[in-house]
């Protein structure tokens, strides 16, 4: 026994020495989080709401005050243009007509007197017996009864397109979409005509108007493919193009938004107006390409050197949502990622060109291949970890 006791005791010695390394080894692997290079499609995207509105919606109200006598139209209604959709009652506008032309019939009258005169005047200043006077004051006495005869014939053509107002039109085809008023009611066109109907010309074309940030709305541009979703299906993403981008700015609490127009096919009518739509613009797609998770890039150790720390900053085409100058999308960004090979203790920080990014994932462009592990978190020890959890709500022993 004494002979075998040195070799015991070096055998258990390398057994302990083993354990320890492989310990060390196995929890430094384990204290880390990390997450495989995969290879797949990413999409960059703005998002936005706005609302969804006819393409052309025009406002039908009346020209004169009155009471509504009768509706040919009500909400859904199919119109054409020129159809009669409202009447107000004519009578005072009837009367009007019938005054205006009964002094147009007594300027006539006058008119034709004072032709009369003026020529019997004329006769008498030739024949000697009436005085230049009297042919002044015939001649202007009759250029008052044309003039008169002129006002009253306007008079009568007012009064005649008043009464032809009470018959309100449709102006356009399409769909009523709003009713104003109801059999009975007074309008008054005082100050500005009141509405009466909304019609929409068609309601198979449609346009969102997106409000879409002051950041975002630099990499936004017309035919941009355009997916967005309503409350009311929720589980359908429809489809539309971007046809304008306005540059009107629209301030609310000091943020900056722009009006951007997106076109919608509705042919099967499912939308409606006034919906309010999820919209995510289509900035930019990549398919097939190596993508990390965000959360890698956002990974830095404790013991991180201040070089492997400092990194280029991300274009604003890298942000979630995408933003910043036309073409940023394009933009290439240097990011520092930490690798942690195979059976290494020892992390090895990696220098990466990153591309477009969704949110969740963005594109490696260089510095890594597809199955490369990142680290995305560092864990807390065994130890640690398989303490009992601290009580949120417990606040220390009490004394009492």
């Known amino acids: 026994m004494k002979r075998f006791f040195p070799w015991l005791s070096a055998i258990a010695g390398l057994l302990i020495i083993a354990v320890i390394i492989r310990h060390f080894r196995d929890g430094s692997a384990a204290n880390y989080q990390t997450a495989e290079i995969t290879r797949g499609g990413i999409t960059q995207a703005v998002t936005a709401t706005g609302t969804l509105n006819p393409v052309v919606t025009v406002q039908v109200g009346s020209q004169v005050s009155g009471n509504i006598a009768k509706l040919f139209a009500d909400y859904n209604s199919q119109v054409k243009a020129g ?5 107000i009652d004519p ?6 007509v019938t005054q205006a032309e009964g002094d147009l019939a007594s300027a006539k009258a006058a008119l034709e007197l004072a032709k009369v005169t003026a020529t019997r005047t004329q ?5 000697k017996t009436s005085s ?3 042919v002044d004051q015939a001649i202007a006495t009759l250029h008052q009864a044309e003039a008169n005869v002129t006002i009253k014939q306007g008079a009568l053509d007012k009064a005649k397109a008043d009464l032809d107002h009470c018959t309100i039109t449709s102006p356009i085809d399409g769909v009523v979409i709003s009713r104003s008023v109801d059999v009975g009611q007074t309008v008054a066109a005082s100050l500005q005509a009141p ?6 010309n068609d309601l198979t074309k449609m346009q969102i108007d997106a409000n879409v940030a002051e950041a975002d709305v630099g990499v936004v541009t017309i035919d941009q493919k355009v997916d967005f979703t309503v409350d009311a ?11 304008q981008v306005r540059n009107a700015p629209i301030t609310v609490q000091n943020v900056v938004t722009y009006d951007t127009v997106i076109g919608v096919s509705n042919l099967d009518l499912k939308l409606k107006p006034g919906m309010t739509a999820n919209v995510s613009i289509v900035v930019a797609h990549r398919d097939d390409v190596l993508l990390i998770k965000n959360a890698a890039l956002r990974y830095r150790p404790p013991d991180a050197t201040p ?4 990194q280029s900053m991300p274009g604003r085409g890298a942000r979630p949502g995408g933003a910043g100058d036309p073409g940023a999308h394009e933009r290439r960004a240097e990011r520092t990622v930490y690798v942690l090979p195979n059976g290494a203790s020892r992390l090895r920080p990696v220098q990466i060109k990153t591309g477009i990014s969704d949110g969740v994932m963005t594109e490696v462009v260089d510095g890594l291949k597809e199955g490369d592990r990142v680290v995305t978190a560092e864990l807390t020890s065994t130890t640690t970890a398989s303490s009992p959890p601290a009580n949120p709500f417990g606040g220390g ?3 009492f």
């Open 132 to 134: 230049q006077a009297d």
């Open 233 to 243: 299906f929720p589980m359908q993403t429809f489809h539309g193009k971007v046809v």
């Open 123 to 127: 006769e008498l200043f030739a024949r």
């Open 397 to 399: 022993a009490r004394r």
């Open 83 to 87: 159809q009669v959709v409202a009447q």
């Open 195 to 200: 509405v009466i109907f909304a019609i929409a």
């Open 307 to 310: 070089v492997e720390t400092k």
């Open 91 to 96: 009578a005072i506008f009837q009367a009007t």
